[in-house]
């Protein structure tokens, strides 16, 4: 199968049945940053970076909470199957390799398969928004150990992968979560005080959103 992913329809797919806050520790963001993780690390240990790219949208599309929910990596790869055909258009091996990465993305395993090696750092090399630094022994490859430097920095103080986000069809992420994400929309309901605009709700605490 060699037809080009749309992953802007691909992102709105997954975000129209996510469970989770879209800025959530497993949200957008987050999955953004798993995405430009694991493009550097591919580039370096030759995985797929065609898989690395939809590991980084499915290995957590899933999650029903923040917490522990054990099986959440396979739903997350049974979700991508139910979409074969229509907007995930891989082979069987290579989807295999996506499945299994997203199945077993929270197992700890260092040996695998490049790709699934690629995806697992990715995700490992983003402790840093939970308050961890990735233990170098830990992850598969020499290539994320290169990077804990540049990815650690960004994991722990949030960065916006805004050349993601804008691929993913999420230009203005603060304005899509305001408009499309339910759990803000409720947020901003609670909070707003009489009289006001949802405008005047935002400008109050928006760092918050």
């Known amino acids: 199968m060699s037809t080009e992913h749309n992953f802007e329809a691909i992102t709105k797919a997954i975000l129209d049945g996510y469970a989770l806050p879209w800025r959530g520790t497993h949200g957008v963001l987050h999955w953004a940053r798993v995405w430009?993780?694991?493009?550097?690390?591919?580039?370096?240990?030759?995985?797929?970076?065609?898989?690395?790219?939809?590991?980084?949208l499915f290995h957590d599309s899933r999650r029903e909470n923040e917490w522990t929910d054990p099986d959440h990596g396979e739903r997350g790869g049974d979700f991508?199957?139910?979409?074969?055909?229509?907007?995930?258009?891989?082979?069987?091996?290579?989807?295999?390799?996506?499945?299994?990465?997203?199945?077993?993305?929270?197992?700890?395993?260092?040996?695998?398969?490049?790709?699934?090696?690629?995806?697992?750092?990715?995700?490992?090399?983003?402790?840093?928004?939970?308050?961890?630094?990735?233990?170098?022994?830990?992850?598969?490859?020499?290539?994320?150990?290169?990077?804990?430097?540049?990815?650690?920095?960004?994991?722990?103080?949030?960065?916006?992968?805004?050349?993601?986000?804008?691929?993913?069809?999420?230009?203005?992420?603060?304005?899509?979560?305001f408009s499309s994400d339910p759990k803000v929309r409720e947020m901003i309901d609670a909070l707003k005080q009489k009289g006001e605009s949802d405008a005047d709700v935002i400008a109050r605490i928006g760092g918050k959103l």
């Open 80 to 177: 991508a199957r139910e979409l074969r055909g229509t907007l995930v258009y891989l082979d069987d091996d290579r989807f295999e390799l996506l499945y299994e990465a997203c199945r077993l993305h929270t197992d700890g395993l260092t040996d695998g398969d490049p790709t699934e090696q690629a995806c697992w750092d990715a995700d490992r090399l983003d402790l840093g928004r939970v308050g961890m630094k990735p233990s170098p022994h830990l992850l598969c490859t020499n290539a994320a150990r290169k990077l804990i430097d540049w990815s650690h920095p960004r994991a722990e103080t949030g960065v916006q992968a805004k050349e993601v986000l804008e691929f993913w069809g999420l230009a203005d992420f603060s304005e899509a979560c």
């Open 36 to 56: 430009t993780n694991g493009l550097r690390v591919a580039e370096v240990n030759g995985a797929d970076a065609e898989i690395v790219k939809l590991f980084a």
